[in-house]
């Protein structure tokens, strides 16, 4: 787009450079350790959340199966009561941090419904703002994300505590 000013996302240099694991990048994340290198949020016994990597906003996160299972058919009822406990956990941090006027929550079941990694669930959680899309998406199909993501997952962590759905993560 000419005449169109600079956007950094150094995040970006590191996945775009950096070494490809062969596993899946969820089932990294569920493995324990690095978490806030892998911006894992907090565990549950059968499931996580993590911040997402790629955020369409501010404070998107995922919340997603240990196991490594594609359908919602898959699940066991503990893993599938797990999610939803997580998923309003990590919500009620992202409400009291980032104080959003709206969400869009769900899944993305397939690559033909957008799934960037189909092969393993996962349940979306974002954060809306009236006005959030604005002319940057529209015209020049970028995203503008107002805070790094490690300042973000740093101001999550504390806030998601012990307690119900399982303990925050841990370095």
Not at 56 to 77: C, I, Q, S
Not at 96 to 103: A, V
Request: glycine fraction near 12%; include cysteine.
């Amino acid at each position: 787009m000419t005449g169109a000013g600079t956007l950094w996302a150094p995040w970006r240099m590191e996945y775009i450079l950096g070494p490809k694991a062969g596993e899946c990048v969820f089932c990294a994340a569920a493995s324990p350790g690095a978490d806030r290198e892998r911006l894992v949020l907090c565990r549950g016994d059968t499931a996580l959340a993590v911040l997402n990597r790629y955020p369409y906003v501010a404070g998107h996160f995922l919340v997603l199966p240990r196991r490594h299972v594609a359908a919602l058919e898959e699940l066991t009822a503990e893993e599938a009561a797990e999610l939803w406990a997580l998923l309003v956990r990590v919500k009620g941090a992202v409400e009291r941090l980032m104080r959003p006027q709206g969400y869009n929550i769900g899944f993305n079941l397939g690559a033909a419904a957008g799934a960037g990694i189909a092969d393993h669930l996962h349940l979306h959680g974002v954060p809306r703002w009236a006005g959030d899309t604005n002319f940057m998406p529209l015209l020049g199909g970028t995203v503008v994300i107002p805070q790094h993501l490690t300042d973000t997952y740093d101001a999550l962590v504390p806030l998601l505590g012990g307690g119900v759905g399982g303990s925050p993560a841990r370095e």
